[in-house]
């Protein structure tokens, strides 16, 4: 991934007056800026899936940084994660934001990734200040499997006996989290006509290297199909149910994704962002549209 100038002018992002954060330009080729939101809870793992997700997708597809000084932001913190160094959490507002554009048929495809910090997730007070997020059409929502009981009980006590710790979070991104996430979206946008918001959410696995967690999503080269399946009812199991439902209930369209940094196949960590960059465009006409 090699950095670049923008494109031009009149493509390049606007910058909230609260909160600092870049937010996607309103132009003339509005619709080909896509921006999505990473949220988790704190040590879920999210940073290294977003890094390791991105680098990935870029093996396929040309991805560059437009502005200034984000390269080098990328190279500092992905020697971090390649020489095994514990990442930085993820500082409070206004969060990490990158913005990439992506290689297309005719011209690029700007992507706008703001990544939230997980002291803030629960708090609609401080989710509000986030004002990327009236912006957003996708999310990403990174679950920790130890955070949830039949996986924090049976092997939380293994992951932290391990040199060096894999440190699991202490709860997952659950329902009080998304109540939160609610609150947020209605302050901050119009409703939507229907129940469902016309958003896309990928709900991400990780750690699923951690004492061979990814030996319960199916055989070792699974179907995506199969491993979305898998990964369903492994977070049945394991306690995640009633957010299952939730999430159905909430947006538009949802999909499961079982990940881990080696991962390849249906268990790469870029498969998120294949979907939600390509198959889980909401329609326009079904977009959110604010004052």
Known sequence: MNSRPALSADSSPGVCANCHQLLPAVASHASSVRSLAVLGVERCGKTSWLMRGITQFAVERRVAFPLDGQ?????????L??????MRPTPALPGTGWCLDVAGESAPRRIYIYEISGADCSDPGKLARYRALQHVDSLVLVVDPFGLPW?????????????PPAEPATSAYGEAHLAALMQTLSALRLQPTGA????????????????????????????????????????????????????????????????????????????????????????????????
């Not at 994660?81 to 514990?86: H, I, P, V």
Request: proline share 4%; aromatic share 12%; charged share 25%.
């Open 151 to 163: 996986a924090r009980d049976r092997y939380g006590e293994a992951a932290r006996s391990m040199r």
């Open 81 to 86: 994660l390649e020489f095994g160094k514990r």
């Open 71 to 79: 390269h080098a932001a990328w190279q500092s913190l992905w020697r």
């Open 196 to 291: 469902r918001w016309p958003i896309a959410a990928a709900v991400v696995v990780t750690k699923l290297d951690v004492i061979g967690l990814f030996r319960h999503f199916a055989s070792k080269d699974p179907s995506a199909e199969t491993a979305e399946g898998a990964c369903r009812e492994r977070l049945t199991e394991w306690g995640f149910a009633n957010m299952m439902r939730a999430l159905d209930l909430r947006f538009l369209a949802v999909r499961y994704f079982a990940c881990y940094p080696q991962g390849t196949g249906a268990f790469s960590a870029a498969n998120p962002l294949r979907w939600l960059l390509a198959d889980a465009r909401v329609p326009a006409n079904l977009r959110m549209k604010n004052d």
